[in-house]
């Protein structure tokens, strides 16, 4: 970032913010990820309350995502659902103020780093049981929230089912690379083995897993989730996409045997989200397992191919190319017709 | 034809280099970028090991599949594009034989890519 940019992000964060909070000034700490589509800054607002620690998402190139605005305001009813969640306390979609659409929310202090997490649940095996049931107990409360009470640009992937809106997105985005017999398996299973459909759509987080978790260890208090984060992928279809893509072995990272995210037992999750009022649906869970890892298995060939086709020149986005294998494998083993 | 050392072990060396003595004077995301480079010279060293066999087996297990829908002559295609056909003609193979052709190619894909991602039960052999 020029000295320029950064002056003109500073300034006019510092103004957004300052018409709520005095007159304050921010201070960018550092760069905490360059993702895909958005860039995320760690920073500081100075004013007469003090400090506050924030982080700053720049939005960019975006696959799916929500808006930055849209985004605020579904945290803010996830988080009166009782969801744990950042506090934002600022959005806005028009480039104007800082230069390009942009949220700030208050930092969380915790762990985010999957390897960083199951490290602190290796120390402490407690730590991954009331994680499990927190994340249970929160994807409840957030599968409950009305929908007809949320921002309309949200999108709704309902029609004409969400399992059928789903396929009709995977093979939209198929169109658009080269040809994948795997891919093509996939899909093929998915129309033969549609689940029976939701009771109701509900709002759907869309990427919760280990890694868009913020979790507090022993250290800090008790430990367990203190925020779940990246809701840039939110829509309202079938509540199992969230524990299925949750559970992906992608998401494990080694620990095979805790299906959860690589620190928690399915039963565990699944027992606090139907004591917090959640239904589970085995064959829907079964159904978005493959869904998903059909989805990843797309999106790491379409980063792959922004690089190739010269949008990106980003090593990151290029190495994907070679992770698509192992959604491959992956779902060639959920979809094993010797399984079934 | 190139002098020693060879394209693998340039690649190893490339990969020891990055993890050994430069990702530990690299911060945030210089250190991220840096150590995908070196885990990607890892991938190419294995690749370059291992995927004249395995591709030579690719070629043979999708041709034997495609071959056995006799609407398709497979001959004059190349390994990426038997993949291609196979996943064209989906609807018309065999599910089981798909699956078993597909899952073979795609477990010497991930020996390449990352070994470790293996379920315990496709672990190759120790030498």
Redesign the interface.
Known sequence: MTAERADQLTDGLAAVLGDARGDVAVRVDGTASVGATRRTLFATVEGPDGETPVVVQLAGLSLDGLSPATEAALVAAARRAGVPAPEVLAADDEPEAVGQPFSVARQVEGLTVPRHVLRAVAADPALGERLTEQLGTALARLHAIDVATIDDGVPRRTDPTPTEAAIAHLRSIAAGLPPSPVVALGVRWLAHHHPAPAPAPTVVHGDLRNGNLIVADAAASEGGLAAIIDWELAHVGDPMEDLAWLCLRCWRFGNDDLPVGGFGHLDDLVDAYEAAGGTFRPDAFAWWEVARTVWWCLVLALQASAFTHGLSDSIVLAASGRRVAELEYDLLHLIDPSRS | MQDPPDAARLLTAMADTLEQRVLGELA??AQ??AR??A??CR?LAREHELDPALDAAARQGLADLLAADDQLATDELTTDGL??A???H??ELD??A??RV??EI??G??A???P????PDDQPEAP
């Not at chain 2, 470790?116 to 379920?119: H, T």
């Open positions: 945030g995301s991220h970028q995908v480079v885990n990607l991938v993949w291609r196979c996943a064209e989906i609807d599910e089981v798909t699956h597909l899952t795609v477990r894909k991930v390449v890519a990352k470790e991602y293996l379920r």
